[in-house]
């Protein structure tokens, strides 16, 4: 694990306030951010039947990483740079390519969340058995209503106004790990874009291991061969996609379907609006076409069920055009948010004040 030998005031009163849980880094202009450590595991760790090697989020470039900072809260932007910081407006109407700049300006190693990262602290959280709560009705919990944050525009329960709530205003249970320590606002509030991962075309395309957290211009695509996991070109033959249990382009067809081949596109192939045509179902449902077997990377990276548990966890997607990643649902999404939601809806020029991001650095190999 990474030794920070540089103890300013602030940031040994959160280490010491944590445990060394949480530590302040400093972007390049000297700006502070509150980052929690998630340090390196194996699958064995945190799941049973999905191999024992090192969880992809911890290998960048072929090399080893012993850890990488998550923010503790949802990103917010001073002068210019995204920021992990307590009691701040969280960042929104950003497109993924938007919030993308303002973090590369935070300095070497920051990024934005990536899946990888994501789905990391998913089976941290699963295998623990930390609760999924948050910001999900109107600035309060809809499984909690006595939870509540502090919404930006006030009159928390009220169904107007802005119900985003200010970082670090909700109650311990928000937090991924039940304590003031933990990360908070992984479920709700913001849905937060993910690099790395993306859907074209309905084939579900990925950057290898957790190099997308380094130079995006740079970063070599890829697609997943459903039943080995092996990456190969996009557009190879076998490769996992998502296809749609009716031809249905108007309206919700229903759960995706994870298959080699799309017999039902929901929209007209390549096209990256917003039409009326979408895959909208519970995670938790989503099988496998012919019953073929699923490789374990598909379910390590989140994009279908490593076994099946009893929540309301979210996909939503359109099968044409180009999709980035959004995860863990907002203020609205009642009992479908939660770490396994997903979003593969939108294209990376979308914005809205329900989409935000979050800052992550690790400490660049090489």
Same mark, same amino acid.
């Given at each position: ?70 923010g503790c809260y949802p990103g917010s932007i001073h002068n210019g740079e995204l920021l992990s910081l307590p009691h701040q407006r969280p960042a929104s109407q950003g497109s993924l390519t938007a919030f993308q700049q303002s973090v590369k300006k ?121 039943? *080995? %996991?092996? &990456?190969?070109? /996009? ?9 749609? $249990?009716? =031809?249905?382009? !108007? ?24 039409? *009326? %045509?979408? &895959?909208?179902? /519970? ?9 073929? $077997?699923? =490789?374990?990377? !598909? ?9 099946r548990e009893p929540d309301g966890d979210q996909a939503y997607l359109r099968n044409y055009g180009q999709r980035a990643l959004l995860r863990g649902g907002a203020w609205y999404s009642g009992n479908v948010a939660g770490m396994r939601t997903l ?24």
């Amino acid at each position: 694990m990474l030794t920070i030998i540089n103890k300013d005031a602030l940031r040994a009163k959160v280490e010491a306030e944590s445990g060394g849980q949480r530590t302040v880094l400093y972007t390049r202009s000297g700006q502070p951010s509150y980052m929690f450590v998630v340090p390196a595991f194996s699958m064995e760790a945190v799941a049973t039947g999905l191999g024992k090697q090192r969880h992809p989020a911890f290998t960048v470039k072929e090399k080893a990483i012993a850890e990488f900072f998550y923010g503790c809260y949802p990103g917010s932007i001073h002068n210019g740079e995204l920021l992990s910081l307590p009691h701040q407006r969280p960042a929104s109407q950003g497109s993924l390519t938007a919030f993308q700049q303002s973090v590369k300006k935070n300095g070497r190693g920051w990024h934005l969340s990536t899946n990888a990262e994501w789905c990391a602290l998913m089976f941290l959280c699963r295998y623990s058995g930390y609760a999924e709560v948050g910001n999900t009705d109107y600035g309060c919990s809809h499984a909690e209503p006595a939870q509540k944050g502090l919404r930006i525009s006030g009159n928390t329960g009220e169904n107007s106004g802005n119900p985003v709530t200010l970082t670090a205003s909700g109650p311990v249970e928000w937090h991924h790990d039940g304590t003031l320590s933990g990360i908070s606002d992984l479920c709700g509030n913001l849905w937060e874009w993910q690099t790395g991962a993306r859907l074209h075309n309905g084939e579900i395309q990925i950057i290898k291991d957790n190099d997308a957290a380094t130079d995006l211009a740079h970063a070599e695509w890829w697609a997943i061969d459903l039943e *080995s %996991g092996a &990456l190969l070109p /996009p557009g190879s033959p076998a490769t996992a996609k998502y296809d749609s $249990p009716a =031809a249905l382009c !108007l309206g919700n067809a229903g759960t995706p379907i994870l298959s080699q081949d799309i017999i039902n596109f929901n929209g007209e192939w390549g096209d990256n609006r917003n039409t *009326s %045509g979408l &895959l909208d179902g /519970p995670f938790n449902n989503i099988v496998p076409a012919q019953g073929k $077997p699923v =490789a374990t990377l !598909l379910q390590i990276l989140g994009f279908f069920p490593w076994h099946r548990e009893p929540d309301g966890d979210q996909a939503y997607l359109r099968n044409y055009g180009q999709r980035a990643l959004l995860r863990g649902g907002a203020w609205y999404s009642g009992n479908v948010a939660g770490m396994r939601t997903l979003c593969l809806s939108h294209g990376s020029n979308h914005a809205s004040e329900t989409v935000g991001a979050r800052p992550v650095w690790y400490s660049p190999v090489g």
